[in-house]
Nanobody, 115 residues
Framework: QVQLVESGGGLVQPGGSLRLSCAAT????????IGWYRQAPGKQRELVAG???????NYPDSAKGRFTISRDNVKNTVYLQMNSLKPEDTAVYYC?????????WGQGTQVTVSS
């Protein structure tokens, strides 16, 4: 069973940056796919970035050019660098992992973009 622990959320002004971290309890080499999702109040959870075992990444249009997903194989940690943040990026951000056909979620970290 994979456990995921997110950190790095907080309050940031519009135009600012944050880096979220997702630490996994097993080697990320063994995880097929890791993604960052977010859920705003009253809205569905949506993907903002993902990375496969090969290192291939994917982003929705809303995140392209502003968000970057990366990983540290030694620390078993995946990062989400978020730049040029907007108020509409306010949400709880969740780390997701798919490993051996099983899905795992972290507990979420709140990101609030406000002046």
């Amino acid at each position: 069973q994979v456990q995921l622990v997110e950190s790095g959320g907080g309050l940031v002004q519009p135009g600012g940056s944050l880096r979220l971290s997702c630490a996994a309890t097993e080697s990320i080499f063994s995880i097929d796919y890791i993604g960052w999702y977010r859920q705003a109040p009253g809205k569905q959870r949506e993907l903002v970035a993902g990375i496969g075992r090969s290192g291939m990444t994917n982003y929705p249009d809303s995140a392209k050019g502003r968000f970057t997903i990366s990983r540290d194989n030694v620390k078993n940690t995946v990062y989400l660098q978020m730049n040029s943040l907007k108020p509409e990026d306010t949400a709880v951000y969740y780390c997701y992992a798919n490993s051996r056909a099983m899905a795992y979620w972290g507990q979420g970290t709140q990101v609030t973009v406000s002046s």
